[in-house]
């Protein structure tokens, strides 16, 4: 195997973010460089608590959390705990996590590990709001072009949003921070709703999940049970959308998934469409392409994947 690929991931955790921080665990192509935290789907202190139980479910204390912003870089923080419960990991019996948060700002660590490590060999993973990106470009511009990819889950085109018709949760609680990520000219590779809704957690690919037994296992399998409620509700479908873990995947077997470079700006202002990504899809606005935006997955491939993965912990 060829090194291990060093990632950062910037998450708000949030069921979806633990399967996704779980593929990650248990998947030896990666290197967790760090785990930085940001307000969203429930407020930081709840995200930065969230991410140290995952890591403690899967017994790996000695990856480093990091929290970041507890707000948008200009707007109030919008949470969801209609979707991910009070305390934002709702499902399983939650216990108080007894690792640390690093002493140093997310996006300190962000911007000293990117300018620490080769340019071109630090991959950010973001499965929420982008306000720690955005804050780390605006404080460390250079550091932009020392990225080697930002795969976000983020966005939706075809699909529409799922916070309001028009936008996806994680660009609509900061849409400034996701203008700022979108001109960066960092590479980006954008898993939007157009993804994320064909990846549902079925019953049958659940209950593979329990069947593994183990500690890591059936703590997913019990938020999953909780975080699937909302969706199934509003679609009516079989399963809800396990949003994050498609970055993840991205990085494992980017052969899963496919899609097209295209350009992507993000409104901010109209109160009627604020947080939408304009996907420009058919090539029609002749504006630079700044994000490769997946559309398609092969979701039997994806629950493999997972699964196998979680086994590993
Ligand atoms: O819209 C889905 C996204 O918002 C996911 O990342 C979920 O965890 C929430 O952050
Ligand atoms: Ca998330």
């Not at 910037?10 to 665990?25: F, K, N, V």
């Not at 990106?133 to 080697?148: F, S, Y």
């Amino acid at each position: 195997m060829s090194e291990p690929r060093k990632i950062i991931i910037d998450t708000d955790p949030g069921q979806d973010d633990a399967a996704a921080i779980m593929l990650a665990l248990g998947s030896p192509e990666l290197d967790i460089l760090g785990i930085t935290t940001v307000a969203g789907n429930v407020p930081l202190t709840l995200t930065s608590r969230n991410a140290r139980i995952i890591l403690e479910f899967c017994g790996r204390p000695d990856v480093k959390v990091f929290a970041g912003a507890d707000k948008p870089v200009a707007r109030p923080l919008i949470t969801a705990e209609h979707v991910h419960g009070k305390t934002g990991l709702d499902g399983p019996e939650l216990h108080d996590p007894q690792m640390p948060l690093q002493a140093q700002h997310a996006v300190d660590f962000i911007i000293e590990t990117l300018k620490r490590e080769p340019a071109g060999t630090v991959t950010l993973c973001t499965l929420g709001p982008l306000s720690n990106i955005a804050t780390a470009l605006e404080k460390a511009p250079e550091i932009a072009g020392r990225v080697r990819e930002l795969v976000m889950m983020g966005g939706g085109f075809f699909e529409g949003g799922n916070i309001t018709p028009a936008a996806e949760f994680n660009i609509y609680v900061d849409p400034e921070a996701a203008a700022t990520v979108f001109k960066s000219g960092i590479p980006i590779v954008m898993m939007p709703l157009d993804v994320t809704h064909k990846v549902l957690t079925l019953k049958s690919r659940v209950a593979k999940l329990r069947e593994i037994g183990s500690r890591p296992a059936i703590a997913l399998v019990e938020m999953l049970d909780f975080f699937e409620r909302f969706d199934i509700e509003k679609y009516g479908s079989d399963g809800g959308p396990l949003h994050d873990p498609t970055v993840i995947a991205y990085l494992l077997k980017p052969e899963l998934f496919s899609g097209r470079d295209c350009n992507v700006e993000v409104e901010a202002a109209s109160p009627l469409t604020v947080g939408m990504t304009v996907v420009d899809w058919w090539q029609v606005t002749g504006r630079k392409h700044n994000a490769r935006v997946m559309k398609d997955v092969d979701a039997d491939g994806f629950f493999a994947l997972l699964t196998e993965r979680v086994g590993r912990l």
